[in-house]
């Protein structure tokens, strides 16, 4: 055996995937060239690195199923095949191949074949990084779904409002999509007795239009209840917790946005 023989062999040797004589005929080899152990300890090194790089990825719920079908027309196919005769070809023997080339082929495939597993675990890998990502994106909050929505329609609108204590809310409308969403980095955290509360004021009527929380040092999204119409203003005020108990504002707003057509 001679060392690139050797070198094909321990990718096998890693995966304890050797037949008994490819085995046995390995060690045989290491032991005689303790100068080639390299090569296995890279193997083990590669084999391990993949397999502590996947992450845990449940089989789509159709695998089965999908597997059935597949065998099911494979074996339909062939039955349909096996009716048909066989075309007419000149007479011909093939040589038997030499224990050399059966070999050589065999190494061949099983390289092919150990090059197709990396490649399938890396792709494992990839889709469980992915997965990940595509559960982030499903799962977006209501308002930031409803903003992003807002901001692809013809009819996108915004304006913006100075808060009392400094800093700004913005609000972004649209008709056309029927929802309305109120951003800002400026308003705090408030005290678990009390809550923020939108309001559409509207041909001089106050409208509640939803609660919402905020954290200090961060962007705050809320969609409101209700889709604004030309002229509305957007108003936010501060009320006890669960929202002004006479449904309507109970002190002055922080920040008044008017609309525009």
Wanted: no cysteine; charged share 20%.
């Amino acid at each position: 055996m001679n060392e690139e023989q050797f070198a094909e062999l321990s990718a096998g040797y890693a995966l304890h995937a050797l037949s008994p004589d490819d085995l046995a005929a390995f060690e045989a080899a290491r032991a005689e060239h303790p100068e080639w152990d390299h090569h296995v300890s890279t193997d083990a090194a590669t084999a391990a690195s993949l397999a502590d790089g996947i992450a845990e990825v449940p089989p789509p719920l159709t695998l089965r199923s999908t597997l059935l079908a597949k065998i099911a027309a494979d074996a339909a196919a062939e039955a349909t095949a096996e009716q048909q005769p066989p075309p007419a070809r000149p007479e011909y023997v093939e040589p038997a191949p030499t224990t050399n080339t059966i070999q050589t082929v065999a190494r061949r495939n099983w390289t092919r074949g150990l090059l197709a597993l990396a490649a399938s675990l890396v792709l494992l890998v990839a889709l469980g990084y992915g997965a990940v990502a595509i559960n982030d994106y499903l799962n977006r909050p209501v308002a930031v779904v409803a903003l992003a929505e807002i901001e692809a329609a013809s009819d996108a609108q915004e304006a913006t409002g100075e808060l009392v204590e400094g800093g700004t809310v913005t609000a972004h409308w649209s008709e056309s999509v029927g929802k309305a969403v109120v951003t800002s980095n400026a308003l705090g955290a408030l005290s678990d007795d009390e809550t923020y509360e939108m309001w559409i004021v509207r041909d001089g009527g106050a409208m509640s239009a939803g609660l919402f929380t905020a954290q200090a040092d961060a962007e705050t999204a809320a969609l409101l209840d209700e889709g604004v119409e030309s002229g509305d203003v957007i108003a936010v005020t501060i009320e006890p917790e669960g929202g002004s108990p006479t449904g309507q504002p109970s002190s002055d707003p922080i920040v008044a946005i008017p609309t525009t057509g």
